[in-house]
C-alpha cells in the first residue's frame, strides 16, 4: 500500500512539472513578439482607417442624394417629408436620415425654408420646427436644448401649457405658432454639409 501510495505521489508531481512547464512555454509563446506580428498589426489599423474613410465617403454620398432630391440653403440641406405625423415621429425619422427637423437660424433661413415648403409641400401648409418647450414652459429650445437665437412667432403667440411644439405657418407667411405635438403636420429634415 505505501509503494502503491509513493507512485501515485510521484505520478501527481510529474503531471504538475509538465503541465506548469506547459504552461510556462505557452506564455513565452504569447509575450515573444515577431516581426510578422508587428506588420500584422499596422494592416489592422490601415483597415481599420480605411473602413473609417469609407464610411466618411458613404456619409457624403447619401447627404449629396439628400441636397439632389430636397434643396440647399445656407450650408445646410433639405428634404421635404409632405407625410403628416407627430412630432416625436417625424424627428425619429429625421434622426434615422441623418438629420433633424429643421430650424432657422435667420430671417433669410426662415424666409427660404417658407418658400421650399410652399413649393414642396404646399402654401396654406404647416411643418414641424425642431423647437420645443416641453422642459419649461415658455422657455423654447432646439432639439440640442440649446435656446434659440432666433425667433419668428406670429403676433398673436400667447404660449399656451398645451402646446409645446412650434410649426412653420405657410398660411401666415412663414410666422411661427406654437402647436400640440400629438397633432400631425409635415415636415422638413435638415442635414449640416460637412
Known amino acids: 500500500m505505501d509503494l502503491r501510495g509513493a507512485c501515485l505521489l510521484l505520478g501527481v508531481l510529474l503531471l504538475s512539472h509538465f503541465s506548469s512547464q506547459q504552461m510556462m512555454s505557452k506564455k513565452k509563446l504569447v509575450k515573444k513578439e515577431t516581426p510578422k506580428d508587428g506588420a500584422i498589426e499596422e494592416l489592422r489599423k490601415q483597415i481599420d482607417d480605411i473602413l473609417k474613410e469609407v464610411n466618411l465617403l458613404k456619409e457624403q454620398q447619401a447627404l449629396q442624394t439628400v441636397c439632389l432630391k430636397g434643396t440647399k440653403i445656407q450650408g445646410k440641406c433639405y428634404l421635404a ?13 429625421c434622426i434615422a436620415k441623418g438629420g433633424t427637423i429643421s430650424t432657422p437660424l435667420s430671417l433669410d433661413e426662415n424666409d427660404k425654408l417658407y418658400d421650399y415648403m410652399r413649393q414642396t409641400i404646399g402654401s396654406d401648409e404647416e411643418i414641424w420646427l425642431g423647437i420645443n418647450d416641453m422642459l419649461t414652459e415658455g422657455v423654447w429650445v432646439d432639439q440640442t436644448g440649446s435656446t434659440l437665437r432666433y425667433k419668428n412667432w406670429d403676433t398673436s403667440f400667447k404660449g399656451d401649457r398645451t402646446m409645446n411644439c412650434a410649426v412653420l405657418s405657410g ?13 400631425e403636420r409635415a415636415s422638413v429634415c435638415e442635414f449640416n454639409i460637412v
Open 171 to 183: 398660411s401666415m407667411s412663414g410666422k411661427w405658432l406654437d402647436e400640440n405635438c400629438r397633432e
Open 81 to 93: 417629408d409632405p407625410m403628416k405625423k407627430r412630432y416625436h415621429a417625424a424627428s425619429e425619422d
